[in-house]
Nanobody, 128 residues
Framework: QVQLVESGGGLVQAGGSLRLSCAAS????????MGWFRQAPGKEREFVAA????????YYADSVKGRFTIARDNAKNTVYLQMNSLKPEDTAVYYC?????????????????????WGQGTQVTVSS
């Protein structure tokens, strides 16, 4: 099990940028696939981005492709989400998640049900 703490959310104008961080506890962080999800009021939690255990492969929702970048630093037990060209529709609570379901393999992990550990979330608000 891993504990996750997100930071970096806030209020930004449309077109601006934010970088979210997710700090993980535990010595096995490098064995987890990591992902970012978001949930807007009245909507279901949706996939945003994912990265494999070693950072070699990344995956993105179509809605954020080309604007968001996920990366991880296993030496720092941290995963990041760089968000550029933000839009009002990006407004949501953003959650960091870890998956130990498949072990350290190169495969996409995209569904919330595939993730075993979740952070508490950080609010991102984009004003028009």
């Amino acid at each position: 099990q891993v504990q996750l703490v997100e930071s970096g959310g806030g209020l930004v104008q449309a077109g601006g940028s934010l970088r979210l961080s997710c700090a993980a506890s535990g010595r096995t962080f490098s064995r987890y696939a990591m992902g970012w999800f978001r949930q807007a009021p009245g909507k279901e939690r949706e996939f945003v981005a994912a990265v494999t255990y070693n950072g070699a492969s990344t995956y993105y929702a179509d809605s954020v492709k080309g604007r968001f970048t996920i990366a991880r630093d296993n030496a720092k037990n941290t995963v990041y989400l760089q968000m550029n060209s933000l839009k009002p529709e990006d407004t949501a609570v953003y959650y960091c998640a870890a998956s130990s379901l498949y072990g350290p393999v190169q495969r996409p992990v995209l569904r919330p049900t595939e993730y075993t550990d979740w952070g508490q979330g950080t609010q991102v608000t984009v004003s028009s």
